[in-house]
């Protein structure tokens, strides 16, 4: 026997961080990459009924329901920022933390939107494809034009962290910056964000070149990317969504990108994911990335250390670094 904590992680650890836990906790580990189910879930928990402590992805969704099945549970620690998967309300009425990492994968996820605008603007996969199939025979005046960057009006949806370190990289292409957030940033933050402005929802999408998607996801934000916010895009704009699927009606935008009502999208978040709407497939005028914004190596091992900082000094001190509330 051990007085240690029980903790289950629901998703794969790079080894030094299973081994830091282990000499706090009782850890039982899985390497395994899995979604879990809901009657899967319930059966782990069931199977772990001492369970204090939780390390998780976005693999497993704590629902009111299934807390039930988890009565020694104490603390959830994500490795991520979002937390859609747990519900903070019926984790709080049970006195169980919840964390996540904020700010850790501020730069990487501003990289990446970047890196898919850039590809859905200019057609790089569909000319790597392209290629790759043996048909490029002789150059062409017309082949894959797309859209430029540099010069053009970049438009913000959600201008936290994220949202303005992708405003600070656009300096570099010369581009006016518009924004809309629930609450306007300071002058200061503007001025640094490449001197962003704060326009409507309806200005935004009307002006925008090329629209960024960086706000959380919420019922409140659910489908705030409509048939009717793309109806008032811009015929030859870019939608690129590194937020979280819901945010988008994927229906909606995949009818908007076979009806011309937008020019293209890129895409690393998507409704029901992994299980997205095979219509995107179909698709010549999208760029499709797995949900890989954060996935440069030392951000992944900074996010999962945070929430073992997290786990380690909930049970040592009787707080956290990084309570969500």
Not at 283 to 292: A, E, Q, R
């Amino acid at each position: 026997m051990t007085n240690k904590p029980r903790l289950w992680m629901t998703c794969p650890a790079f080894p030094e961080i299973i081994e830091q836990l282990s000499q706090h906790f009782e850890v039982d580990a899985s390497q395994e990459e899995v979604s879990y189910s809901e009657a899967v879930l319930v059966e782990k928990l069931r199977a772990r009924g001492d369970l204090q402590a939780v390390f998780t992805a976005g693999n497993a969704r704590f629902n009111r329901a299934i807390l039930q099945h988890a009565p020694a549970l104490k603390i959830i620690a994500a490795m991520t920022v979002g937390y859609d998967n747990i519900d903070v309300r019926a984790c709080t009425e049970r006195g169980i933390a919840v964390t996540n990492t904020p700010d850790i994968l501020n730069q990487t996820t501003a990289d990446f939107a970047w890196a898919l605008l850039l590809a859905t603007a200019r057609r790089v996969t569909e000319a790597e494809q392209f290629l790759r199939l043996g048909q490029w025979n002789k150059w062409q005046l017309r082949g894959f034009l797309g859209a430029d960057v540099h010069g053009k009006t970049l438009g913000i949806l959600g201008m936290g962290r994220i949202g303005q370190a992708i405003a600070r990289r656009s300096m570099g292409f010369d581009m006016q910056v518009l924004y809309h957030n629930r609450t306007r940033i300071s002058p200061e933050q503007e001025a640094a964000a490449n001197n962003a402005s704060y326009v409507s929802k309806q200005e935004l999408l009307e002006r925008s070149d090329h629209l960024i998607l960086m706000l959380p996801y919420t019922e409140a934000t659910r489908h705030c990317m409509g048939a009717d916010e793309f109806a008032q895009m811009r015929p030859g704009a870019i939608l690129i969504n590194t937020a979280r699927g819901g945010v988008v009606d994927d229906g909606a935008l995949i009818a908007a990108l076979k009806n011309g009502q937008i020019a293209g999208a890129g895409l690393d978040v998507f409704e029901n994911e992994p299980h997205f709407n095979p219509e995107w497939l179909t698709l010549s005028n999208v760029v499709l990335t797995p949900h890989i914004a954060s996935a440069s190596e030392p951000t992944r091992r900074a996010m999962q250390q945070c929430a073992v900082n997290n786990l380690i000094r909930f049970f040592e001190c009787g707080d956290v670094l990084n309570l969500v509330k």
